[in-house]
């Protein structure tokens, strides 16, 4: 069963950070690259950061030198650390494995006022 649990959105002013974790189940977790997404109104969804079981990484162009993706591979979770956040930055966070499963979580917002 496939089960990720998104947290640690919120409201924060441009140039704040955020820290978002994610628990996903560990039929999920095990090997597979593991992704941060976000989908902003009116637009598709987008990968912005993955993380390999060997700790290697990806971040789209948008939010490189600002966001750091992590795992712990004992805690089943992966983390995105967000700093120097931007309006544009506003969106629900998902996290899935790359590529994605069609399942899921809920997301957690990520709101940045100017």
């Known amino acids: 069963q496939v089960q990720l649990v998104e947290s640690g959105g919120g409201l924060v002013q441009a140039g704040g950070s955020l820290r978002l974790s994610c628990v996903a189940s560990?039929?999920?977790?095990?090997?597979?690259?593991m992704g941060w997404y976000r989908q902003a109104p009116g637009k598709q969804r987008e990968l912005v950061a993955g993380v390999s079981s060997a700790d290697d990484t990806y971040y789209a162009d948008s939010v490189k030198g600002r966001f750091t993706i992590s795992r712990d591979n004992a805690k089943n979770t992966v983390y995105l650390q967000m700093n120097g956040l931007k309006p544009e930055d506003t969106a629900v966070y998902y996290c899935?494995?790359?590529?994605?499963?069609?399942?899921w979580g809920q997301g957690t917002q990520v709101t940045v006022s100017s």
């Open positions: 560990g039929s999920i977790f095990s090997l597979n690259v």
């Open positions: 899935n494995k790359v590529p994605s499963y069609s399942v």
